[in-house]
């Protein structure tokens, strides 16, 4: 069991990206760290720091609950210039897990560009 981030249009063409929880908490692990800051440390995620204290357009979808609800079109247009960057960020070549990473990002990219394009919510299912 896992789950899957895809647009809310009911068209089981649209794109989509999943994983399973595990692995999409060690995605977030990964972003957070790409944005300064250890997941652990989060209201959430075992620790006692508070989302506002961090400065990043990627908090919706760090801090979201993994198997409900959606990110609007606006949050997912205030993410998408920091996915793309992290996406063409210089990564260590050869690692098959920053490979991984990189891989899902490009695929959320997609995911949410057609969230936007469609104007329609990214849905975690």
């Given at each position: 069991?896992?789950?899957?981030?895809?647009?809310?249009?009911?068209?089981?063409?649209?794109?989509?990206?999943?994983?399973?929880?595990?692995?999409?908490?060690?995605?977030?692990?990964?972003?957070?760290?790409?944005?300064?800051?250890?997941?652990?440390?989060?209201?959430?995620?075992?620790?006692?720091?508070?989302?506002?204290?961090?400065?990043?357009?990627?908090?919706?979808?760090?801090?979201?609950?993994?198997?409900?609800?959606?990110?609007?079109?606006?949050?997912?247009?205030?993410?998408?210039?920091?996915l793309e960057a992290i996406?063409?960020?210089?990564?260590?070549?050869?690692?098959?897990?920053?490979?991984?990473?990189?891989d899902d990002v490009r695929q959320l990219v997609a995911?949410?560009?057609?969230?936007?394009?469609?104007?329609?919510?990214?849905?975690?299912?």
């Amino acid at each position: 069991m896992g789950l899957m981030l895809s647009p809310g249009d009911d068209d089981v063409t649209s794109p989509d990206v999943s994983w399973s929880y595990t692995g999409f908490n060690m995605f977030r692990e990964w972003l957070a760290e790409a944005e300064g800051f250890t997941l652990a440390e989060m209201n959430g995620f075992g620790g006692d720091r508070k989302w506002g204290s961090v400065s990043t357009t990627l908090a919706p979808l760090l801090a979201h609950p993994d198997d409900e609800g959606s990110l609007t079109p606006a949050q997912c247009a205030a993410m998408l210039a920091r996915l793309e960057a992290i996406a063409c960020e210089p990564h260590e070549d050869g690692d098959p897990v920053n490979e991984r990473r990189v891989d899902d990002v490009r695929q959320l990219v997609a995911v949410v560009k057609y969230c936007l394009e469609n104007e329609v919510e990214l849905v975690f299912c």
